[in-house]
């Protein structure tokens, strides 16, 4: 976002105006002696145009020569916007955590938080993959809620918290049905198990762990616990099609006593 500052310095749109002019509207090397407003210009107008990389070196120019000017803090965010832009999003969750580190209480914190969240989004692996990528999402978009409930980045952020807790349980789930499959029963249980206890908010996935729990308790033998996770589900999620063949174990399992 601009400043409303930059449209009081006549000189530096005098001087981008006439940059842009004399090439024609292409990207330019700011001159050797540029002011940090006429970087930051400069940068903002690359950034609109979608020239990252001179944006870039306007911004970093800024930082580099002028680590006390007014406009550091917003050539932080706009250095990070421009790799997000960009999708580069390694690079942009770098410049996204260092300004929320240096800068934990303005007004574009909370958007530095978003797209921090959003650099890790946009590269979190299927849930049958690693989700470290998925745990940091989840944490930068739970401290922006915490830290900023009235943002105007929050209601988005709480939905993306919906989606990462969606593909975390999913992850869990996957490890344990592949345990299971591969008969190692005592790995499986305690996985179906922690899905079951945290992850209450994703009714689906929880009600098939409670289906897949009750079965690796029946291939163990364990006809109670069997029986009780059976009922658990059927009281818990009747309307769901699993609560169904978990009525049809539970005939089996009174046929067997």
């Known amino acids: 976002m601009e400043p409303k500052r930059m449209r009081r310095h006549p000189a530096a749109l005098l001087l981008a105006a006439a940059l842009l002019a004399s090439t024609g509207g292409c990207a330019v090397r700011p001159a050797d002696k540029a ?23 306007a911004f970093q120019r800024l930082l580099r020569e002028y680590p006390d000017s007014n406009h550091r803090r917003e050539a932080l965010l706009n250095l990070a916007n421009s790799y ?17 580190q240096l800068y934990p209480v303005s007004r574009q914190t909370p958007q530095a ?20 990528v998925t745990r940091d999402a989840l944490k930068s978009f739970q401290e922006l809620v915490r830290r ?23 992850h869990h ?56 996770a059976y009922r658990s589900l059927i009281k818990e999620y009747p309307a769901n099609p699993l609560s169904q063949r978990a009525h049809q174990r539970l005939v089996s399992l009174s046929g067997t006593r």
Request: net charge negative; glycine share 6%.
């Open 148 to 170: 900023f409930p009235r943002s105007e980045f929050t209601a988005q952020a709480k939905e993306r918290i919906q989606s990462l807790r969606d593909q975390l349980a999913r």
């Open 84 to 100: 997000y832009q960009g999708e580069e999003y390694i690079e942009a969750r770098v410049q996204y955590a260092e300004y929320v």
């Open 35 to 57: 002011s940090p407003g006429e970087l930051m210009l400069l940068g903002q107008e690359d950034l609109r145009a979608e020239r990252y990389e001179s944006a870039r070196q």
């Open 173 to 228: 789930l996957h490890i344990a049905r592949f345990y299971l499959t591969k008969g190692k029963r005592v790995s499986a249980i305690p996985r179906f198990q922690e899905v079951i206890k945290e992850f209450a908010d994703q009714p689906g996935l929880r009600a098939e762990a409670m289906f897949f729990l009750a079965e690796s308790y029946m291939l163990e033998e364990s006809y109670q616990k069997a029986g009780e």
């Open 113 to 132: 938080y978003y797209y921090l969240g959003m650099s890790d989004y946009n590269r979190i692996l299927a849930p049958d993959q690693e989700q470290a």
